[in-house]
């Protein structure tokens, strides 16, 4: 049960969609600066305007900020107040950095790069990089969405379509139709996804979590699969987060997915944004050694 939680009845009709999202601050994280998410939000409320939401966070100056946002979209806003240590994932959250520890990646030199492996850049970049604190707070956050989520589709009545939307969503508007996300016609029985360019021991990752939208039904069955997949997952030697989750339920529940569009396009941006990377390194260090 997610403590605060009460019941949404929005003002409007049933036609109104409800979206979840939330942001907390976590210092030290070396993911993405404030300044970059507070850039993203302002676009990603367009793409719900005149929708309701319920918005998390443990900072109040953020959510001041958030509720003028919303005003001026005509959004239905519910604010949450929920520090990162009340959140329903916060102790599986350190069980998974029990098994990115177990990685021990650190036996060798760090590689040049990740290659788009979930684990490789999560110890890296997150659990090292930023430090075994932040990434806990992180997963915190990562591993919430499916309950948070869940628990607002039912305390909702089931009825319309619920979706959680990173505060970030408005990042993938070059390889996604965003603004289209409140005409889209999903299914009632399947969770809707977009795919993902990241990797998983090398297979292409099925579900990119920044948007997922389905009524509560399949939320509730969801929810039970994440948690059993989670289960498993916290076992074993890799940084996990959401998204291999999520991958493993799909591919042990296929007919619970619906990928909204195929993938094709994030693989072939990311791989060109690898292409230049490598291009740019290998100059440097031709300037570096003065070849």
């Known amino acids: 049960m997610v403590q605060g939680l009460t019941d949404v009845k929005?003002?409007?009709?049933?036609k109104r969609r409800l979206y979840c999202?939330?942001?907390?601050?976590i210092a030290g994280n070396t993911?993405?600066?404030?300044?970059?998410?507070?850039?993203?939000?302002?676009?990603?409320?367009?793409?719900?305007?005149?929708?309701?939401?319920?918005?998390y966070s443990d900072d109040q100056h953020q959510m001041s900020h958030v509720r003028e946002l919303c005003a001026e979209r005509d959004i239905h806003l519910v604010e949450r107040f929920l520090p990162i240590a009340d959140l329903p994932a916060f102790g599986l959250a350190q069980e998974m950095l029990e098994a990115c520890r177990r990685m021990e990646?650190?036996?060798?030199?760090?590689?040049?790069?990740?290659?788009?492996?979930?684990?490789?850049?999560?110890y890296w970049r997150d659990f090292r990089g930023s430090g075994e604190d932040?990434?806990?707070?992180?997963?915190?956050?990562?591993?919430?969405k499916v309950f948070l989520t869940s628990a607002l589709a039912r305390s909702d009545g089931g009825e319309r379509l619920v979706a959680w939307i990173d505060a970030s969503l408005s990042r993938f508007k070059r390889h996604r139709d965003v603004k289209a996300i409140q005409k889209m016609?999903?299914?009632?029985?399947?969770?809707?996804?977009?795919?993902?360019?990241?990797?998983?021991?090398?297979?292409?990752?099925?579900?990119?979590?920044?948007?997922?939208?389905?009524?509560?039904?399949?939320?509730r069955d969801v929810e039970v699969e994440f948690e059993e997949a989670a289960n498993r997952a916290k076992g074993m030697a890799y940084a996990?987060?959401?998204?291999?989750?999520?991958?493993?339920?799909?591919?042990?529940?296929?007919?619970?997915?619906?990928?909204i569009s195929p993938s094709k396009n994030v693989v072939l941006e990311a791989k060109a944004k690898e292409i230049l990377r490598t291009?740019?390194?290998r100059i440097g260090k031709r300037r570096s050694s003065g070849s």
């Not at 760090?110 to 999560?122: D, I, L, R, S």
């Not at 932040?134 to 591993?143: D, E």
């Open 105 to 122: 990646l650190d036996r060798f030199a760090k590689p040049a790069e990740y290659n788009g492996e979930k684990g490789v850049v999560h």
């Open 134 to 144: 932040v990434f806990c707070s992180m997963l915190s956050l990562w591993l919430s």
């Open 10 to 14: 929005s003002k409007s009709d049933a």
């Open 240 to 259: 996990h987060d959401e998204e291999t989750i999520f991958a493993d339920c799909l591919w042990r529940r296929p007919e619970l997915f619906h990928c």
């Open 185 to 219: 016609d999903l299914p009632h029985d399947r969770l809707s996804h977009y795919g993902n360019a990241m990797r998983y021991y090398g297979a292409l990752l099925p579900l990119n979590a920044s948007f997922l939208s389905a009524h509560a039904p399949v939320w």
């Open 31 to 55: 993911k993405r600066p404030k300044s970059l998410y507070d850039s993203y939000l302002p676009a990603t409320l367009d793409m719900v305007r005149d929708q309701d939401l319920v918005f």
């Open 21 to 25: 999202s939330g942001y907390w601050m």
């Open 279 to 281: 291009v740019r390194q």
